[in-house]
């Protein structure tokens, strides 16, 4: 059928439709997200038609309400698109969504923006035990491969079988004997033994040990059986097992190279970073979450409030937080450091650091603190986003201070994010740093 | 049909279920198309379903849509494809193969009912006297592949031009029998040139004035704008015939190609094929729910075993949220019948010496009527032992040639006890009144009824007793009505016909509406002529807004003027502006569309909702413009959209101290 490429067709069309990564960072309601799945709204996939406004059609329903009782939501209606799917239903044009998991959501994203960062940094090896695959001549009982001992003792069998009534033939012919049967045989290699033969000689009738005059009679007139005729006729009987053909079977062994990350995210919740401050973080942090995500096997984040002190925070309330106090950014550093060690090694995890802020900071913190702490913290990737939508205040100049003193490190990022329009290249600037290295 | 080995095969074991209750149904009356039952898998079913049944249709993203949605409402609800069964003669019915037996047979005698509909409904007839519906599409689909893969032709642009007649695919005329393009074209041609002549002679000019001023290019333009007498409701026709296509590349509107004329034409006319369904869906929905629960419930079609999942399929089926077709009209099916027995018994009881229309209630005595009208216990319950005393009963009630292949032991009385019935003795059996659930209903008949019912009755046809009277009642009333119904009417109609307060009463249907003053919606009203008001506003015209062409040279400007047929429920303006884009593209040129909206201005909404009222909205004609970049929206003048408002119906059911 040609609806694989509608399906396919219907995609593309979904795909068109749906907004316009770049501008989704930038403008889009993020909110109806989940960490492993990005929806994207979609313009309107379905196709228009003149319609009643919905409210003003109101509806019918069955039951035995009150006249004046609320109904909920309009139940739907016939003609809504149902069981004959004779047209689909409305799934109301605003709640459409483009739905992608972190891995599409990547490589759009490297698409958009011309971004190629492969995972790199520890590749943990780690040794799992695979499929029963391997084999060994000893092991437990469980795991004998029996399956594997009857094909090799069949094997053995079909070699060494030999069809006697075609043998007993063979001895017939006129000044044979067990003796030069046994020549031919060998020559022919036929597995037959001499005493079988001698015995088998014995028992045939004088009179008909002259039966045929040559082999090449015998050949003519008696069919004769390859070894595995004889058991497809006659069926499998006495399979020799043997000892050396036993085999256990045993686990493969894995070596597995699992790329992990772990993304500390932190964000400056003091007095001066206000609503909008708030939604810039937000809106840079979130999509290089899901970047990640879909770059590493697996992902795991962490997320660090701080004033002038630093606590470790869940994700729905990372970006709602608000304190009052002063600010000091080593704090937050200190607590990353603390939280890498115990519980992330560099052994075996990829780091990455960003933190976010209004580059406010207390005297001398920056340059004495924080500057040391980053070089101090083994990671992929150090980021800072600035957030300044209201213009610079005068001594705000974390972002600065970082940026001159690490320059074009490929370890450190510095970025401004002040209006929406800037998140993207805060994102480029950011995830690019780490890919030029 | 595409060549289906392994799914033949998997049919076998269905071929005594499927020629069982072909002959159960004709049995009872039914004279459905000859039906193809294929099985499929699940996979294949949802295929099916995305292509409204058939195997072949053109490519369009739209079908994947219905796939992707049909998968995902499979996943998360568990959600079980029975049935589809295909317009067609013969019928092709597709069964899916996981099903249980019990739900293969329900699906069986529900598609043999819709077979019926399909073969006898007049809307049917519409489209074409013969159908081969299959083939149709299959050539269409076949059509548009071909356009689609011609190097000469932009794939997008083909994809584009569906999609934009596909947005009127509702806007076409089906009250009136489906006529393809060249049928329409000629007569049409002649008339309008010989109108222009005369026209022109009836303006006594010179002839140098004509030559100057009427000269061919202007006779070119007034052929193409094309002048008309009343509104078109087949919107699709109109454009075929004078709309262009739009070039965003010269920015000109062109003449069509021939591709897309055709295009438009196919899928003009798959419109119209599927139209018939689209205006009977209560009618048929109800139909086979109502001869399925016949034949597999109170015919034991499902043996005793089977009955609890059947009972299972048909309560998932029926009680799906919402208003649901099925419910509805198998409800409305039923009211038809038993109205129509009522009427039958009642009549009779009339025509009893002393029985007025007046005295009913108290002279009839109802327990001795119902007694009276109880179903023969020989054919009520068929006794397998005792054959010889349906003898009795050949040829009316018994078919006399069954019950001797019977007695020979040819036929299983014990499973099928329905063979030996007639039709008259089938209608007996299942006579509506004498069922539990209606015991009450003859007598809850008012005396409006029994008025106009006593207005027929003659004197000099009276009947000494009760006795005689019931014995005279036609059990087979009902049923001969049923077919009747569903010969001749439409959703609209039928719901118009049947539709009473005692129906809307005890099936407890209620309309609602959006409050503005509370921001929900809110039951409005149990009246029946509500909840008939607003039902038809769901069946009428596919429940979509009425628009026709009411001018193809607006303002002399050659712009399409569209006018909605405004019945106080206003369009949905935004979906009405993605759509007006659409049809530029098959205009070519500015179009137009006149309208009329409820406008409430936000002081009055404030007062109403200070008094918990409902605020006036104000009803404005407006017209919306779109030329091709952006939109305009301006005021009409009341005298200007006159003709589009309806002010004999009203949609609204609000009543008027509604939320105090």
Known sequence: ?437 | MRERPRTEKAAEPLQEPADEARELAQKLGLAPYDVNYWVVDYDEMNELIAYNGFQQRYPHWRWGMQYDRQQKQGQYTGGKAFEIVINDDPSHAFLQESNAIADQKAVITHVEAHADFFARNRWYRMFADELDAAAMLERHARRIEEYMADPEIDREAVEQWIDSVLCLEDNIDQHEPFKRQYEREEGDEDIEEAELAEKLDEMDLSDEVVQQVFDEEFLDEQEEAADLDEPEMDVLAFLRDHGKAYDAETEKAEEMTEWQKEILEMLRAESYYFAAQKLTKVMNEGWAAYWESMMMGEEAFAGDDEFLQYADHQARVLNSPGLNPYQLGKELWEYVENTENRREVARKLLRVEGVTWRNFHDTVDFERVQDLLAVDHRIDAVDPENLDDLEALVPEKVDGENLDRAKAGEIDVERYPWKLLTYAGLAERHFSLCKRQNRGFLRSISQQDLERYARYVVDDARYATVEEAIADVEYTTGWDKLREVRESHNDVTFLDSFLTQEFVTDNEYFTYEFSRTTGDYRVASTDYEDVKKKLMLQFTNFGKPTIAVYDGNYNNRNELLLGHHYNGVMLDLQQAKRTLERVFDLWGRPVNLKTIVKEVDDRDAEIARRRDREPDPEEVGKLLRYDGEEFTMEDLDWTEVEDVAADEVDYDTKPDDWLA
């Not at chain 1, 009987?237 to 053909?245: A, I, L, M, S, Y």
């Not at chain 1, 036993?246 to 062994?253: A, T």
């Open chain 1, 1 to 437: 059928m040609g609806l694989r490429e509608d399906l396919e067709r219907y995609r593309e069309v979904g795909e068109a439709k749906r907004e316009d990564l770049a501008d989704f960072i930038q403008y889009g309601d993020l909110g109806q997200s989940l960490p492993d799945e990005i929806k994207v709204p979609i313009k309107i996939v379905d196709l228009p038609e003149f319609a009643y406004d919905q409210r003003d059609q109101g509806g019918v329903g069955q039951g035995d309400p009150d006249v004046g009782d609320p109904v909920g939501e309009p139940q739907p209606q016939p003609g809504d698109g149902d069981e004959d799917g004779d047209e689909p239903g409305e799934e109301g044009g605003e709640h459409d969504y483009y739905e992608m998991d972190p891995e599409e959501f990547a490589e759009e994203l490297d698409d958009e923006l011309g971004l190629d960062l492969e995972p790199k940094g520890k590749e943990v090896v780690e040794e799992k035990e695979g499929d029963f695959t391997d084999m060994t001549r000893t092991g437990p009982d469980s795991t004998l491969d029996f399956e594997r001992m009857f094909k090799e003792g069949l094997k053995r069998k079909l070699a060494m079988d030999f069809d006697p009534d075609f043998l007993k033939e063979v001895l017939k012919i006129d000044g044979w004997g067990p003796d030069r049967a046994f020549q031919w045989a060998r020559d022919n290699a036929i597995n037959v033994s001499k005493p079988w033969l001698e015995e088998t000689y014995d028992e045939i009738p004088d009179d008909e040990r002259t039966e045929w005059r040559s082999i090449e009679e015998v050949e003519e007139n008696v069919t004769r059986r390859s070894a595995a005729q004889k058991i497809r006729e006659d069926g499998v009987r006495n399979v020799p097992f043997r000892t050396e053909d036993e085999r256990y079977r045993y686990p493969e062994i894995v070596e597995e190279r699992e790329k992990n990350v772990v993304v500390v995210n932190i964000r400056d919740v003091s007095g001066s970073m206000r609503e909008k401050k708030r939604e810039l973080v937000e809106r840079t942090f979130t999509p290089l979450d899901w970047y990640l995500t879909g770059k590493y096997d697996n992902a795991e984040f962490v997320y660090i409030a701080h004033d002038a002190e630093a606590w470790e925070v869940e994700r729905e309330d990372f970006f709602g937080i608000r304190s009052g106090g002063g600010t000091k950014i080593s704090s937050a550093y200190e607590l990353t450091a603390h939280v890498l060690d115990e519980r992330y090694p560099w052994s075996d995890w990829n780091r990455y650091v960003f933190a976010a802020g209004d580059s406010e900071n207390s005297r001398n913190d920056t340059g004495e603190n924080v500057i040391p702490l980053m070089e101090e913290i083994p990671a992929n990737l150090h980021a800072y986003v600035e957030t300044q939508p209201d213009g610079k205040a005068i001594n705000a100049t974390h972002a600065e201070e970082v940026d001159d003193y690490f320059g074009d490190s490929s370890e450190v990022a510095v970025s401004y994010v002040n209006s929406p329009e800037d998140v993207t290249e805060a994102i480029y600037e950011i995830l690019s740093t780490e890919a030029e290295s």
